[in-house]
């Protein structure tokens, strides 16, 4: 019989929930407004809301669901209860405990990881790391993310406190990351430093645009040529490609996996990627490394915290 899981992906906007099954399959997708600018108790009201959905749903059509599993941004605690901070885009996410109430509210387990951790577990179980024992996983978007499994398993450090790949320093005399550090990766080659970068160019040069700046928008413009976006692109490819080439040399992975909205943007982004990887990586560590787009794209996260049961 088809067992199901609920999947739970909370983010600084919304909540994504779904049932997903053993296949990978998701059932029932929806998503939520996640109300993090609110409190951290409207936020653990709207995972429960979403909870509820999937669960009477799957009552009604007489659907076996296994636990919850939820991603969420920030450190999560060893034994997988307790956020224990770090995450900057939802209001007093601190210390809590999200897994008790939601169990003693829907009378299932609970389960809960970092987000893009759950995204690197959805695409091992069933995306662009199947078939891989060694692979990194990072997620490019208003932060950098990632992951990184070992033999098939995931490698969080001690007490599961580590793999904060965003967080890796990259211009040991440069800008203030939002960390309280000093040149991270994800402050130069985050989404969110592209276009803080870009609008900063635009506005020396007294350019204006008829729609809001984005990676979306950098990304168009790069493709038609506008020099303030070659430029703010090339300087993401570089930035991102070194960060890239230092967990190539430490980790040697089977295949670094890439998700995040800017990773889709075409084959371009990948190819320029590829080319600043290959300058700067220690040739015999790279031998056996392929980078490659993540497949599950925003249904990562979900997938891999449904897993967690599944």
Known sequence: MMEYAIGIDLGGTSIKYALVNQAGDLLLEGRLPSLAHVSAEKVIEQLTKAATLLKDEAIKQKLKVRGIGLGTPGIVDESN?????GAENIVGWENIDVASPL???????????????????GEMKFGSGKGYTHVVFLTVGTGIGGSV?????????????????????????????????VGCLEHYASTSALVRRFSALAQERRQSFDAEING????RLYQENLPTA?????????????????????????????????????????????????????A????????????????????GAASLFL
């Open 81 to 85: 209860r307790i956020v224990l901070g």
């Open 103 to 121: 169990e003693e509210q829907m009378s299932l387990p609970v389960k809960v990881g970092n987000d893009a951790g759950m995204m690197g577990w």
């Open 149 to 181: 499994f070992i033999d098939g398993k995931p490698f969080n450090g001690y007490a599961n406190r580590g793999m904060e790949l965003g967080h890796v320093p990259l211009i040991a005399n440069g800008e203030r990351c939002a960390c309280g550090a």
């Open 216 to 219: 979306e928008l950098i990304v």
């Open 230 to 282: 070659v430029e703010c692109m090339n300087e993401h490819f570089y930035y991102l490609g070194r960060g890239i080439a230092g967990f190539v040399n430490i980790f040697s992975p089977q295949r670094i996996v890439i998700g995040g909205g800017i990773a889709e943007a075409g084959t371009f982004y990948m190819e320029n990627i590829r080319k600043v990887v290959r300058e700067h990586v220690i």
């Open 284 to 303: 015999d560590c790279a031998l056996n490394t392929e980078i490659v787009v993540a497949s599950l794209g925003n249904r990562a996260g979900l997938v």
